[in-house]
């Protein structure tokens, strides 16, 4: 569990955008900008001063003080050559530092903070059988006859998906030996906290084989990636400069522990794994616990604000718009998500307004979630007319595949039904439409399913992801003296 912070208190520290981004700055920064500044205008520096040259070489024609032909050729070069020496000198040695810290950070360490997110497990799994495998395996029970025994089904999920993990095999043998699919939980767990490389959610929404195939059902394509576009570079740019910050200040702190201490046992871990001031290792090191926690408290508040409401908000802009993208796709996929049939769904996402902040897909949502309550219904009510044997519990599988196929307009039959319904065409018309969806849909069946499931797992991870950094930053956050 996180600590809830009140949404008027958040909503404060949303505003304050640009002191967030201009604390991540340091010294080297703005000398890397006038660098930058100074590596540009070197040519025009350059013009000019010829232009200057040029008229004072001529004044000096008409008895004016001027310049010699030496001097007007050679003062233009050596303003332009100075600028642009500067200019580069500038650029690339803060760039070299910085590049030479994240090295640092990197070498000890840093990248390991994907095993305190692996030690996270059981936290990771209970969630993953509460918000996505429990639905697998009510199903499975229905079809065979049996009343699910959730405490028992539970237990079992649990114990195969530590086997699988500890399996290390490929990740279709493991599909289709063990008869579980991991890989985006997998896949998610080689990424480190607060490291460059925890963007393994963002890489599996832009290029997963699944994730892709539902985009393409769904019929995403250029005008959708435009609209994301703006979001994923703010999200990316806010990524590049906490991370950074991050591995500037745990380089330094690493560096400074093992010089006074004189050793090399000090690593990244020591500064942002809760607790580990006070493993006992570390009392072998007179001082080096009280350093540490002042380290800490310099990063804390130098990368993520001087309260937790502001760190969160931080957190948000790295991780927010994952779960907002898959919340959406989810939302035009999964109509159980969408309109309810599960224990949780969008709207109940919607309003818990530290999940789902962007104002534009909130109204999206609503009316997504009002125009396919309305189809849904009219779908469902002709299914048991039409199709009463879909309704078995044998082949539940099949229906929830059949009212996706609905939901996300599979072949523009959804939206064919939908008109159908609403002009009150014949029982046969509307029978034909559904006949063709369950044709399509039974065809596609495993598809549906596997699709539907690595998508809801993918979900669940987005949401995992900020609750995991959320736990972590309340962790580290320094104590009031």
């Known amino acids: 569990m996180t600590e809830e912070i009140p949404q008027v208190v958040r909503a404060a520290a949303r505003r304050g955008a640009v002191r967030d981004a201009s604390r991540l700055i340091n010294f080297g920064d703005i000398l890397y900008q006038l660098g930058t500044l100074l590596y540009r205008k070197s040519l025009r520096y350059t013009l000019l001063t010829a232009g200057i040259a040029f008229l004072g070489y001529f004044s000096s024609f008409a008895g004016l003080p001027g310049f010699s032909g030496k001097q007007a050729i050679v003062l233009p070069l050596l303003v332009g050559g ?15 530092i910085a590049s030479r810290q994240m090295i640092i ?26 918000r996505v495998f429990r639905y697998e395996y009510r199903l499975a029970e229905l079809a065979a006859g049996r009343k699910p025994d959730w405490t028992a089904g539970e237990q079992a999920f649990i114990g195969l998906a530590h086997l699988a993990l500890a399996s290390h095999l490929s990740q279709p043998r493991e599909y289709f030996e063990l008869g579980i699919d991991l890989h985006h939980y997998e896949d998610w767990r080689d990424g480190a906290y607060f490291d460059p490389s925890d963007i393994k959610l963002v890489e599996q929404y832009e290029g997963d084989s699944g994730l892709t195939a539902v985009k393409r059902w769904l019929g995403f394509g250029l005008v959708d990636g435009l ?23 745990v380089a330094n702190a690493v560096d ?23 493993a006992e290792w570390i009392e072998r090191f007179p001082g080096a616990r009280e350093e540490v926690l002042v380290r800490r408290k310099k990063l804390m508040l130098r990368v993520f604000g001087a309260d937790r409401a502001t760190a969160r908000n931080m957190l948000d ?7 907002e993208l898959a919340t959406e796709l989810r939302m035009q996929f999964d109509a159980e998500y969408c309109v309810g049939g599960l224990r949780y769904d969008v709207m109940s996402d919607l309003n818990n307004a530290e999940l789902l902040q962007d104002r534009r897909l909130k109204r999206r949502i609503q009316r997504c979630v009002a125009r396919s309550k309305q189809a849904l219904e009219a779908f469902d009510a002709h299914l048991a007319q039409a199709h009463p044997s879909l309704l078995e519990p044998a082949r539940l599988e099949e229906l929830r595949a059949v009212r996706m196929a609905l939901h996300s307009d599979r072949d523009g039959l959804g939206k064919r039904f939908v008109a159908a319904h609403a002009q009150s065409m014949s029982a046969g018309e509307l029978r034909k439409i559904s006949a063709a969806l369950i044709d399509i849909a039974t065809q596609d069946l495993e598809c549906y399913s596997r699709r539907l499931l690595g998508l809801r797992q993918h979900h669940e991870l987005t949401r995992q992801e900020r609750l995991g950094y959320y736990r972590l930053v309340d962790a580290l956050w320094p104590v009031e003296d």
Request: glycine content about 2%.
């Open 227 to 249: 609209r994301q576009m703006p979001t994923r570079f703010v999200q990316r740019a806010w990524m590049t400069l906490i991370t950074r910050a991050v591995a500037i200040h």
């Open 82 to 96: 100075v600028t642009l020496l500067s200019g580069v000198l500038l650029r690339v040695i803060p760039a070299v």
């Open 256 to 278: 400074s522990l093992n010089r006074t201490h004189h050793t090399d046992v000090f690593n990244a871990q020591v500064l942002i794994w809760p607790k580990e001031e006070d």
């Open 317 to 323: 802009r790295m991780f927010a718009p994952n779960f």
């Open 105 to 130: 950070a990197q070498a000890n360490d840093m990248n390991l903070m994907e095993d305190y997110r692996k030690g996270e497990v059981e936290t990771h799994l209970r969630d993953l059988w509460d």
